[in-house]
C-alpha cells in the first residue's frame, strides 16, 4: 500500500512539474510573440507633419489615381491638412476621392499609425454619405492627438446615439491605383480592386476568402462595416493587373 501511495505521489508530483513546464511554455511563448509584434508594428502616433503630403497637387492627383478618368475626373477632392481633410477640388458627379492613411483600415490593425500608407480610394455617393463621414471624423481627432482608446470610446458611443450606422445600400470604392502604399506586407499595391461596404454579416455569405473565390473580406470590427474586396484586371490608368492571377491574400 505505501508503494502504490509513493508511486501515485510521484506520478502527481510529474503531473506537476508538466503543468508549470506548459504554463511556463505559454507565458514565454506569448511573451516572445507581444515582444515581435511591438518590434515590428507601430506602437504609437508618428509626428503629425509625417502623414502629410508637401505637393497639394501631387496629393491631388494621388487620390484621383484611385478610379479611371472617366469617374475622377468630376470626383471632388479632399486632401489632408494638419487639423484633418479639406476639400481640394470641386465635384460633379457625386464620388469624393482622398488618399487615405493607415487609420482607414480600422482600429485592429497592426499598423494603425503606419506614416507610409497612402491609398488612393474613390467613395461613390453612397459610400460618400454614409461610409466617408467616419473616417473624416477619425481623422480629426488624429490629427489632434486623441489616443485610440479615447477614439474607440467616441466610436462606441457615436454608434449608440444613431450617429454611425451601417452603410447605405450600394455603397462602394474604387482601389485602382498602382501607386499605392498599403502597408508593410505589400509594400505598394495590392491588385487593383473595388470594395463593398455591407453591414455586419458573415463573410462566408459571399464565398469570401475561399479558395478560387478571388472574393476577399474583412470582418466588422468597432465600425459596422463588412467590406468585401474584388480585384479587377486593370489598373486606373487602363495598364493590366501584372498578378491579376496570383490570388494574393489580403
Known amino acids: 500500500m505505501q508503494r502504490r501511495n509513493r508511486v501515485r505521489s510521484g506520478i502527481a508530483a510529474a503531473r506537476g512539474k508538466a503543468l508549470a513546464l506548459g504554463v511556463c511554455l505559454a507565458v514565454c511563448l506569448s511573451a516572445a510573440i507581444g515582444a515581435a509584434r511591438a518590434a515590428t508594428a507601430y506602437p504609437a502616433m508618428a509626428p503629425a507633419s509625417d502623414y502629410l503630403i508637401a505637393d497639394r497637387a501631387a496629393e491631388i492627383a494621388l487620390a484621383r489615381s484611385a478610379a479611371p478618368p472617366s469617374v475622377s475626373a468630376d470626383a471632388e477632392v479632399l486632401v489632408l491638412g494638419p487639423h484633418g481633410y479639406v476639400s481640394a477640388a470641386p465635384g460633379k458627379n457625386g464620388f469624393v476621392c482622398v488618399v487615405s492613411r493607415a487609420w482607414f483600415s480600422g482600429f485592429q490593425d497592426d ?39 479615447e477614439m474607440l470610446s467616441r466610436t462606441r458611443a457615436a454608434m449608440a446615439a444613431g450617429k454611425i450606422g451601417a452603410p447605405e445600400v450600394g455603397s462602394m470604392t474604387f482601389m485602382m491605383s498602382k501607386d499605392s502604399y498599403l502597408g508593410d506586407g505589400p509594400h505598394g499595391p495590392w491588385h487593383p480592386h473595388i470594395m463593398f461596404y455591407m453591414p455586419p454579416m458573415p463573410t462566408a455569405d459571399w464565398g469570401a476568402n475561399l479558395p478560387g473565390t478571388r472574393i476577399y473580406a474583412t470582418e466588422a470590427g468597432v465600425d459596422p462595416y463588412t467590406i468585401f474586396y474584388i480585384p479587377v484586371a486593370t489598373w486606373s490608368d487602363g495598364t493590366p493587373d501584372g498578378a491579376a492571377g496570383a490570388g494574393h491574400q489580403m
Do not use: D, Y
Open 111 to 149: 499598423e494603425f499609425w503606419n506614416p507610409k500608407e497612402n491609398g488612393p480610394i474613390c467613395f461613390n455617393p453612397q459610400a460618400a454619405r454614409s461610409v466617408l463621414p467616419t473616417f473624416l471624423e477619425r481623422t480629426t481627432w488624429v490629427m489632434a492627438g486623441v489616443p485610440i482608446s
